[in-house]
C-alpha cells in the first residue's frame, strides 16, 4: 500500500492528493519546498526521485512511483471500488489513458514556461495562446457529458481539474468557455477536493 505522498501546494502533485481522498486511502502527506528542494521530512528531493519534481508516491516496501499518469492510475486501481479508472483490457481504461496523455502531454507541459521566470513574454504569449486553444478544444469535447470518460468521475478529471486551475495565476482568460467552467466548478465541490486542497494550505 501507500506510505507517503511528497508534493507541493497547488503543484501538479495536487492531483494524486486528491485521487488518494477519493479513493479513501490511508496516506501521509509530505510537503516539498520546490525552492529548497527539501521535504518536510529533511529529505532532498533529488534522493526521493532523481528527475527532481513532484508527484513522488513512496510505498509501503519502500519503491517509489512518479509521474502523474502512473500515479493516478496506480491509486485508482487499489481502490477499484471507487470507479476512479475503468478496469484494465476495456475501451473506457484506454480513453481514460487517452486523456491523461493528452493532459500530460498538451496542457501540463504547455504551462511550462508561464513558471519560468526567465522566459520572455514572447514565449510566454505563446504559452498563453497554446493553452487557451487546448482548453477551447476540451471545452467542445464536454459538450454532452458529465465528466471526461463519459458520466463516471475518474482520475482523469482530477488531472484536468488541477492544470486547468492554474489558468487563474498566469493570466489566461476562460471565461468564454462556459462548458468548461461548470465542469470546474462542479469537481471543486468534491469533498475529496475541497480536503486535499485544505491540507495543503489552498483554501481555509
Not at 69 to 93: C, M, T
Not at 104 to 133: D, W, Y
Not at 159 to 171: D, Q, R, S
Request: aromatic share 8%.
Amino acid at each position: 500500500m501507500i506510505k507517503k505522498l511528497y508534493g507541493a501546494p497547488g503543484a501538479c502533485s495536487l492531483a494524486a492528493h486528491i485521487a488518494l481522498h477519493e479513493a479513501g486511502l490511508t496516506f501521509n502527506y509530505v510537503p516539498v519546498d520546490l525552492r529548497t528542494r527539501q521535504a518536510s521530512d529533511g529529505r532532498n528531493l533529488a534522493d526521493l526521485n532523481s528527475k527532481g519534481y513532484v508527484p513522488v508516491l513512496e510505498l509501503e516496501d519502500g519503491q517509489i512511483l512518479t509521474e502523474v499518469p502512473v500515479v493516478l492510475q496506480y491509486i485508482a486501481d487499489l481502490a477499484p471500488e471507487k470507479g476512479l479508472a475503468p478496469p484494465a483490457g476495456v475501451l473506457p481504461r484506454y480513453r481514460l489513458q487517452e486523456w491523461l496523455s493528452f493532459i500530460n502531454s498538451e496542457l501540463h507541459k504547455a504551462f511550462g514556461p508561464l513558471f519560468m521566470p526567465g522566459a520572455s513574454e514572447e514565449v510566454k504569449a505563446q504559452s498563453r495562446a497554446r493553452v487557451l486553444q487546448r482548453l477551447t478544444w476540451v471545452d467542445a469535447q464536454l459538450a454532452g457529458r458529465t465528466y471526461l470518460v463519459g458520466e463516471q468521475f475518474t482520475v482523469a478529471d482530477v488531472y484536468l481539474f488541477v492544470v486547468a486551475g492554474w489558468t487563474k495565476f498566469t493570466g489566461i482568460d476562460v471565461q468564454e468557455l462556459t462548458r468548461l467552467g461548470s465542469y470546474l466548478g462542479r469537481i471543486a465541490q468534491r469533498p475529496a477536493v475541497e480536503a486535499a486542497m485544505r491540507a495543503e494550505g489552498l483554501v481555509k
